[in-house]
């Protein structure tokens, strides 16, 4: 077996996590010793090794894990699978491994990757929020994660459906980098409907994973998923979550590890908004734009955006007449009709080449929004 094949079946012994395998490798000095140590080794190992509070690490059924799983057969098949898939499988040993994770709280030894990691050298942006989002929160997910990334920002999420996915989406059409998390094994997407954006995300971005192929979505996972995301990000943004929400851990590990914390405001009697409007209440940076953002994350940002802004197309006319009435929520047609006074002909032309010159979006058929 390689070195390679040794941490795989280490990494993949059950109910033997991060701070066991740290404390066998601290014990043993490397998995190939690990998986040749005598019983009356292990037996002292589990003998030794306690926690703070004196109960001990190692269990029985721990112990026996690592003495019945020895069967290089199997560890070769199922290593050489994972290759033959285009699975990367990266440990703590290996210079790959992201330095953002090595010193988080109970760090995964091992990582999963389809398509590859983030740029050590490049900025990441979290985007999280409500599964159950509003067409504001879309719109806004993609909206700003797709503006982030066009400037060299890669978005990170966890590829759950809602902000998470229209995050990952708005990346990949501005031409941006995206990583999705997953909180199951790497082999499945998961929800099944992300398929297209799965396949997609790992030609331009990565899907990474702390499980191995085969491991099922239990609920229990995506909580602790949530602190690689954290982790491997510089500042995490939400959009839309409730005052009790799955976001909000995410946030809670990342105040933790120190990173900065962004919230898009939503209406006060929006339930989709309390856990943002709290977040700004409790000091959170309050975001209506990307250059809120970009501020941030690209020094002397703003002074190139205001020469920019300079240079670039101001609507005059009509078409600022249309774009002072839009806003993020879309607005239909009729309405833009009786807002403006403008007859239905005209103001169709004006939509158009605003849509042209990439100022509006229609969301729908028929309902406009503008970019701010």
């Known amino acids: 077996m390689t070195d390679k094949e040794y941490f795989y079946w280490l990494s993949n012994l059950y109910n033997i996590g991060p ?4 404390m066998l490798l601290q014990y043993f000095g490397s998995a190939e010793d690990i998986f040749h140590a005598s019983i ?3 037996t002292e190992l589990k003998a030794i090794c306690r926690t703070d509070s004196g109960v001990r690490l190692f269990s029985d059924e721990d112990m026996d894990g690592i003495i019945n799983n020895r069967n290089r057969d199997v560890v070769h098949h199922r290593f050489t699978k994972l290759i033959e898939h285009g699975i990367q499988f990266i440990t703590k040993e290996d210079c790959e491994y992201p330095e953002k994770l090595r010193h988080i709280y109970t760090a995964p030894y091992a990582l999963y990757v389809k398509g590859r990691l983030p740029d050590p050298e490049t900025k990441c942006l979290a985007v ?3 599964r159950e989002c509003s067409t504001y929160g879309r719109e806004m997910a993609e909206y700003l994660a797709g503006a982030v990334a066009k400037e060299g920002i890669a978005i990170i999420s966890g590829l759950a459906r809602g902000i998470d996915s229209y995050a990952h989406h708005g990346a990949l059409v501005a031409g941006g980098k995206t990583y999705g998390i997953m909180g ?3 082999d499945i997407c998961y929800p099944k409907e992300n398929i297209n954006l799965y396949m997609e995300m790992q030609k331009e971005g990565g899907i990474i994973s702390e499980y191995a192929p085969g491991i099922k979505p239990l609920a229990g996972n995506f909580p602790l998923r949530n602190r690689i995301i954290s982790a491997l990000s510089d500042g995490i943004l939400v959009i839309e979550a409730r005052e009790k929400s799955g976001s909000l851990i995410t946030v ?3 105040l933790e590890q120190g990173k900065d914390i962004y919230a898009v405001p939503g209406r006060v009697t929006d339930c ?3 856990g943002c409007n709290n977040l700004i209440k409790m000091g959170a940076k309050l975001i209506t734009s990307p250059k809120d953002i970009l501020e941030e994350f690209i020094p002397g940002y703003m002074q190139e955006a205001k020469r920019t802004e300079k240079e670039g197309h101001i609507p005059e006319g009509n078409q600022k007449l ?8 879309p607005k239909h047609i009729e309405e833009i009709a009786i807002l403006t006074k403008l007859p239905m002909d005209t103001l169709m032309e004006q939509l158009l080449l605003l849509e042209l010159g990439g100022m509006v979006k229609q969301s729908t058929k028929n309902y406009y929004m503008r970019f701010f």
């Open 128 to 130: 999280v929020g409500a």
């Open 272 to 274: 989709l908004s309390g």
């Open 40 to 42: 009356e080794a292990l």
């Open 184 to 186: 199951c094994g790497i």
């Open 252 to 254: 809670d590990m990342g």
């Open 19 to 22: 701070k066991k395998i740290d």
């Open 322 to 329: 249309i774009y002072s009435c839009l806003s993020i929520e």
